[in-house]
């Protein structure tokens, strides 16, 4: 290289002329492009174009000066026509031996000026297709890889708008079809929809960020939630942790067809029913709501000789159908319980065996657990036991059905009021126990098409007497359980530092009273052994009246069919291991429950926040920040509230929407005295 030469740069992508003003060993400085940018480049980076003539009067400065006197309109004549193009590339294919840069020159004309060589090297460096330049060597490509780079270029093209077409989508902020979209596309909106539930920190790639930004959509959850909400890509409604929940996907194919061969077949001969009871003898009937379909549980009243009654409760047997280690079994333990959403339930089984061939129907012959106690006039439990059994439910009640036949004790149909009786007593026997009986209304919202409804449950007589029958279920197979060194999912509370009774009489009574008492007690505890409950009064407690809806109760009629079959039921440390592992699911579950509901009451205080309620401080939860818990009885809810300075338990309240924005997870409720 010497000083004035004309040369061609390489750097990265880039490719620019210029002209050599400064050699010093192997580092050369240049005047880059036509502007003449001076830069040191090692010499790697360098190509000669065309040398200096030695008739050159002095090293030229810049490409514009003698002799190149190159500008940008004879570098874009140079610039080979479309035939000539074709020409050479024939001729090269012909002979395919590298050739050097001038040589391959000539092939476009015979006699080249420096201008030429310059503008085909810049257009060599290009975006074309028909030769690679290799060592200064300039070869012609192949037929076929014309064919696979053409093709490569289309498919970037396609791409490109495909890309252009998906931001433009994101700009504008309408609804979308996901089959409108490139596969690139469709995993960035696959990458979007997990970045919106929480399901990823992968960052997102940068074109992809910078047309949020230009839709303003921030780069966080709640803003991509709301994007794809107006891209008709998110259910405004579809909570973040539910997507990637084991209930999100339903069940599979092969799960519905075993559950539909197991339907087909219902009515046939299974193990163990000879060894049933036939108590269908017994006037069952079972209390729900008017809209429940899977009834797993229901009631009889026994009139003894003597004049004593005994108290059965009956419960659905799901274990005839499904053995442990089935399919579906283990697609129940997966999911741990059945989900009671606003929109409605998802089950642990699927639904055609929950309500039908797994549920107490009236009329039919079905397969139960029957668990029995004759109370004493205490209301402890004198006698007990239970088996499995055939049943036939008179007819199903709904809890306001239940009301009237308890208040008004007709003499056809006496049993419910005895039943309530005998179950008040064993309620004041749990109560003169320590049981805290906090019995209040409880609001929850409902969807209907969509809409946000409140249902509000009272504490009613028969929500009461199907309560304590469940309780006293619980409590006398727990009790048979501990008598026999069962190892079964018991249920216990530690015990808890209560308010002195005389801080509690200046509270008012209700909810006020219970959040008093509620602050202090411990979370429920599960393990394979037994243990007291606080709050229930009992020596030991287990959950086993909703095997249709709950692992943890199937697995407790598992422990009892295999003691009493005299096989060998699972040990402690099994039991307590698929306590272990139900724990997550349960947990989850839990949380999409109460995220559930969250969400919907933000719905419904959304289309309610002009309103005004009535309200009660209950308790501050962050006194220094004036954050309270109220309760607004005419919705039966608990709720963070925002309370004037000084307020008191028991103070009344007028409460109000400050702001409301279900995708942005946000209620704030403000109050004034």
């Given at each position: 290289m010497h000083r004035g030469d004309l040369i061609g740069v390489r750097d990265g992508n880039r490719h620019q002329l210029g002209v050599v003003t400064d050699v010093q060993d192997r580092r050369i400085t240049v005047a880059l492009g036509l502007h003449g940018k001076r830069q040191v480049l090692p010499l790697r980076q360098i190509q000669l174009v065309w040398s200096l003539p030695a008739t050159a009067a002095s090293p030229p400065e810049r490409l514009s000066q003698m002799p190149w006197g190159l500008d940008a309109a004879s570098l874009q004549a140079s610039a080979p026509a479309p035939r000539d193009l074709a020409t050479a590339w024939q001729l090269l294919q012909a002979d395919p031996a590298p050739l050097p840069l001038k040589d391959w020159v000539c092939l476009f004309s015979p006699a080249p000026e420096p201008s030429q060589v310059a503008g085909l090297w810049l257009w060599l460096q290009g975006d074309q297709l028909w030769f690679d330049e290799r060592n200064g060597q300039i070869v012609a490509r192949s037929a076929a890889d014309l064919h696979r780079l053409r093709?490569?270029?289309?498919?970037?093209?396609?791409?490109?708008?495909?890309?252009?077409?998906?931001?433009?989508?994101?700009?504008?902020?309408?609804?979308?079809?996901?089959?409108?979209?490139?596969?690139?596309?469709?995993?960035?909106?696959?990458?979007?929809?997990?970045?919106?539930?929480?399901?990823?920190?992968?960052?997102?790639?940068?074109?992809?960020?910078?047309?949020?930004?230009?839709?303003?959509?921030?780069?966080?959850?709640?803003?991509?939630?709301?994007?794809?909400?107006?891209?008709?890509?998110w259910d405004p409604h579809q909570l973040p942790a539910w997507r990637q929940s084991v209930w999100a996907h339903g069940f599979s194919a092969e799960l519905e067809a075993h559950a539909a061969d197991l339907l087909a077949r219902v009515d046939q001969p299974w193990p163990g029913d000879e060894g049933r009871r036939d108590r269908s003898s017994l006037h069952c009937v079972t209390i729900d709501d008017e809209d429940t379909q899977d009834v797993d549980d229901g009631l009889s009243l026994e009139r003894l000789d003597g004049g004593s009654e005994r108290l059965w409760i009956h419960v659905a047997d799901p274990g005839r159908l499904i053995p442990a280690g089935d399919p579906l079994d283990l697609e129940a333990r997966r999911r741990a319980s059945s989900l009671y959403l606003a929109r409605g339930i998802e089950p642990m089984f699927p639904w055609q065996l929950s309500c039908s061939a797994l549920s107490l129907r009236a009329g039919h012959r079905c397969a139960a657990w029957s668990i029995w106690a004759e109370l004493d006039s205490d209301g402890a439990v004198a006698a007990s036991g239970l088996e499995r059994t055939w049943i036939r439910p008179a007819y199903r009640l709904s809890y306001g059905d239940a009301d009237e036949l308890i208040e008004l004790a007709p003499p056809e149909e006496p049993d419910l009021a005895d039943i309530h009786r005998l179950l008040q007593r064993r309620r004041q026997w749990r109560q003169a126990r320590g049981a805290l009986l906090l019995d209040q209304p409880e609001g929850r919202i409902r969807c209907r098409n969509d809409q946000s409804q409140l249902e509000v449950s009272e504490p009613t007589s028969g929500r009461l007497l199907v309560a304590e029958a469940m309780i006293l279920a619980?409590?006398?197979?727990?009790?048979?359980?501990?008598?026999?060194?069962?190892?079964?999912?018991?249920?216990?509370?530690?015990?808890?530092?209560?308010?002195?009774?005389?801080?509690?009489?200046?509270?008012?009574?209700?909810?006020?009273?219970?959040?008093?008492?509620?602050?202090?007690?411990?979370?429920?505890?599960?393990?394979?052994?037994?243990?007291?409950?606080?709050?229930?009064?009992?020596?030991?407690?287990?959950?086993?009246?909703?095997?249709?809806?709950?692992?943890?109760?199937?697995?407790?009629?598992?422990?009892?069919?295999?003691?009493?079959?005299?096989?060998?039921?699972?040990?402690?440390?099994?039991?307590?291991?698929?306590?272990?592992?139900?724990?997550?699911?349960?947990?989850?579950?839990?949380?999409?429950?109460?995220?559930?509901?969250?969400?919907?009451?933000?719905?419904?205080?959304?289309?309610?926040?002009?309103?005004?309620?009535?309200?009660?401080?209950?308790?501050?939860?962050?006194?220094?920040?004036?954050?309270?818990?109220?309760?607004?009885?005419?919705?039966?809810?608990?709720?963070?509230?925002?309370?004037?300075?000084?307020?008191?338990?028991?103070?009344?309240?007028?409460?109000?929407?400050?702001?409301?924005?279900?995708?942005?997870?946000?209620?704030?409720?403000?109050?004034?005295?």
């Open positions: 093709r490569q270029r289309r498919r970037l093209r396609l791409q490109q708008a495909e890309q252009v077409s998906w931001h433009q989508h994101i700009l504008g902020r309408k609804p979308l079809a996901v089959d409108e979209l490139g596969p690139h596309q469709q995993d960035e909106l696959q990458l979007l929809l997990m970045w919106a539930s929480g399901e990823t920190d992968t960052p997102l790639p940068e074109p992809l960020q910078q047309a949020l930004r230009r839709a303003g959509c921030h780069c966080e959850p709640q803003a991509i939630r709301q994007l794809l909400v107006d891209l008709n890509q619980g409590a006398v197979v727990a009790a048979f359980g501990a008598a026999q060194g069962l190892a079964l999912p018991y249920r216990s509370q530690l015990p808890a530092p209560l308010p002195p009774s005389s801080a509690l009489q200046q509270l008012p009574p209700g909810p006020v009273r219970h959040a008093a008492l509620k602050q202090g007690l411990g979370r429920g505890l599960s393990q394979a052994t037994p243990g007291p409950h606080f709050s229930l009064g009992l020596e030991s407690y287990v959950q086993a009246t909703s095997p249709i809806r709950r692992y943890g109760d199937l697995l407790v009629q598992r422990q009892l069919a295999a003691l009493l079959a005299g096989q060998e039921p699972l040990d402690h440390q099994a039991v307590q291991q698929q306590l272990s592992d139900l724990s997550e699911p349960l947990r989850q579950g839990n949380q999409i429950s109460r995220d559930d509901q969250r969400h919907w009451r933000q719905v419904w205080f959304a289309a309610h926040r002009s309103e005004q309620w009535h309200g009660l401080l209950l308790r501050w939860l962050r006194e220094s920040d004036q954050l309270g818990l109220i309760w607004i009885e005419a919705l039966a809810m608990e709720l963070p509230c925002h309370c004037p300075a000084g307020s008191q338990p028991g103070d009344a309240l007028e409460v109000r929407v400050h702001r409301v924005d279900p995708l942005q997870d946000c209620l704030q409720l403000r109050a004034q005295r």
